[in-house]
């Protein structure tokens, strides 16, 4: 069973990563624009991590229902706050440039998923270049 999950995991980041490869050459041709572009990326670290902070401060949904609702821990609904205003931004500023569909994909998959998404483009954008920055040649 932890092999085939493990296929099923690499599998579902390829696709993820395939769709990332194909929205930003889509919004490119179209809209001049990559949604997916490492400025943006790089952002979108900050509301990922209040999110991830959030979700261990309070493990599982009913921590997080109970911090919200019944305790109203004001660090907990700051962090939620930033990352929402940080995400909307965002989410306003692709819808701009591109089209609003791309613009929701793009922001709430940068959203969940920033860091894996920053190497990737860290990665792609290494080996279109062929050397680091700063390094040129």
Partial sequence: MGL???AAGFALFLVIIATVGLADQYGLDRY?????????????LLPNGLLLTVLSRHPGLPGL???LLRDRDPATLGMLAGA????LGMLGLL???TGPWLALYA?????AIAPVLLFS???????RTG???GQGG
């Fill in 65 to 67: 229902a109970d911090a």
């Fill in 84 to 87: 929402t205003l940080v995400t």
């Fill in 95 to 97: 819808t701009r440039r």
């Fill in 107 to 111: 922001t709430g998959l940068m959203a």
């Fill in 32 to 44: 001049g624009y990559a949604p997916f572009a490492l400025p943006n990326v790089t952002l979108m």
């Fill in 121 to 127: 483009q860290l990665f792609r954008w290494f080996a």
């Fill in 4 to 6: 085939i999950t493990l």
């Fill in 131 to 133: 050397d680091p920055p």
